[in-house]
């Protein structure tokens, strides 16, 4: 039982580059959320997902896309990188529908030139 | 609107003291408060939640206290080791809010010294 992984563990990006961040979890948890992390801020809900199929925006979701094609997985991509996504990426997943005892990826760091 | 803050940013204490981590949390509407550990790159790591409806929760070597008169969150842990040295958060989940939708603070440095 691996829990939630992620890959790239670390990535470096320039400008108007795409990129796809891929999250994985073998609890067969319906909630799945992508955040982002930076210095001196709080985690920050990007974008999640209610179910296969099913996504919705978070608190900062310009910039991104997302997809859940298969429950086990879901995917962040950026389609045109711009410095201001330098973050650390961290995806959750839970099987609670009311948010509680996310569970955490180990992340993935980005460095957008 | 929602926010969570913390305190101090930092906090150093011995091997074998009590630390004491605090939040303040600005919406009175909350029901639900969440602290998780982050050790240097990794991610974050459940610890302990309660509800709004209680005052205190104990886990193990962990206390967590709620104090809703003042909006305010701690988290006790009781004879800290080295291994408890990381990044402390606190989230708060507002009543009502969309799925679940949970709201982070900025986290405290623990550094525990032998």
């Known amino acids: 039982n691996a829990g939630v992984t992620q890959t790239p563990k670390f990535r470096v990006l320039k400008t108007g580059q795409s990129m796809t961040l891929l999250c994985a979890q073998d609890?067969?948890?319906?909630?799945m959320y992508w955040y982002r992390q930076d210095p001196g801020m709080g985690l920050r809900l990007i974008h999640y997902?209610?179910?296969?199929?099913?996504?919705a925006k978070g608190e900062v979701p310009d910039g991104y896309n997302v997809s859940r094609l298969k429950k086990q997985n879901f995917l962040l991509g950026l389609e045109s990188a711009a410095p201001s996504q330098t973050s650390v990426y961290f995806c959750?997943?839970?099987?609670?529908?009311?948010?509680?005892?996310?569970?955490f990826g180990p992340g993935t760091r980005l460095l957008v030139l | 609107g929602e926010s969570v803050g913390l305190h101090l940013p930092t906090l150093s204490v011995q091997e074998g003291d009590n630390s004491i981590i605090n939040c303040a949390y600005s919406?009175?509407?909350?029901?639900?408060f969440i602290w998780y550990k982050q050790e240097s790159g990794k991610g974050p790591q459940f610890i302990i939640d309660?509800?709004?409806?209680?005052d205190k929760r104990q886990g193990q070597r962990v206390t967590v206290l709620l104090n809703k008169t003042v909006k305010h969150l701690s988290l006790q842990i009781a004879a800290t080791q080295p291994g408890d040295s990381a990044v402390y958060f606190c989230?708060?989940?507002?009543?009502?809010?969309?799925?679940?939708?949970?709201?982070f603070g900025r986290g405290t440095q623990l550094t525990v010294w032998p």
């Open positions: 959750a997943s839970s099987y609670d529908p009311a948010g509680e005892t996310q569970y």
């Open positions: 609890m067969n948890h319906e909630y």
């Open positions: 997902s209610v179910g296969e199929g099913t996504t």
């Open positions: 919406n009175s509407a909350s029901d639900y």
């Open positions: 309660i509800r709004s409806n209680m």
């Open positions: 989230a708060e989940r507002p009543r009502g809010s969309t799925l679940g939708r949970l709201y």
